[in-house]
């Protein structure tokens, strides 16, 4: 299904405060996303027209199968580019902006190679060595020599 952006922002949002609350009121969209609150009624209709929410005004919102499915993926797509970012050592609130960004453009086959790398560092060693002198490399410029034989 074509998604614009801004409707797979808020399948994610919304996806992200059913998780963390159990529930999602309109005015919790509109502060996580940062617009105002009859924005958000407007794309609920549209998503409900698309069947991806069941919104009904005074008792709530929820997501449905697929809405979830969606909210779910992109959710997990923007960790995984939030960990990447934060393992070159982009600073947190940058790293969760640019995730944000990044999310609706990869092509999926890009999205698993990066996923791929992330779990591949996380499971080395604790601070791999390549990892250490790239921070050097970023502090100072130099690439240090490899202490490693063979
Ligand atoms: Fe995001």
């Not at 393992?87 to 890009?110: G, R, S």
Request: aromatic share 6%; charged share 35%.
């Amino acid at each position: 299904m074509d998604l614009t952006q801004t409707e797979e922002d808020y399948l994610e949002a919304i996806y992200s405060i059913i998780k963390e609350k159990g529930y999602v009121r309109v005015k919790d969209i509109a502060e996580e996303l940062g617009v105002r609150p009859p924005s958000v009624s407007e794309m609920l209709a549209k998503l409900r027209d698309k069947e991806l929410v069941k919104y009904e005004k005074y008792s709530g919102t929820t997501l449905t199968k697929r809405g979830e499915k969606i909210g779910r993926s992109i959710k997990t797509r923007h960790n995984t580019l939030k960990r990447l970012l934060q393992i070159i050592l982009v600073p947190e609130d940058i790293a969760e902006k640019n995730a944000c960004d990044m999310e609706h453009h990869l092509d999926p086959k890009t999205i698993e190679q990066l996923t791929k790398f992330v779990q591949f560092v996380e499971r080395a060693p604790p601070n791999p060595k390549w990892l250490e002198h790239f921070e050097i490399y970023c502090k100072t410029g130099d690439v240090p020599e490899c202490d490693r034989k063979g």
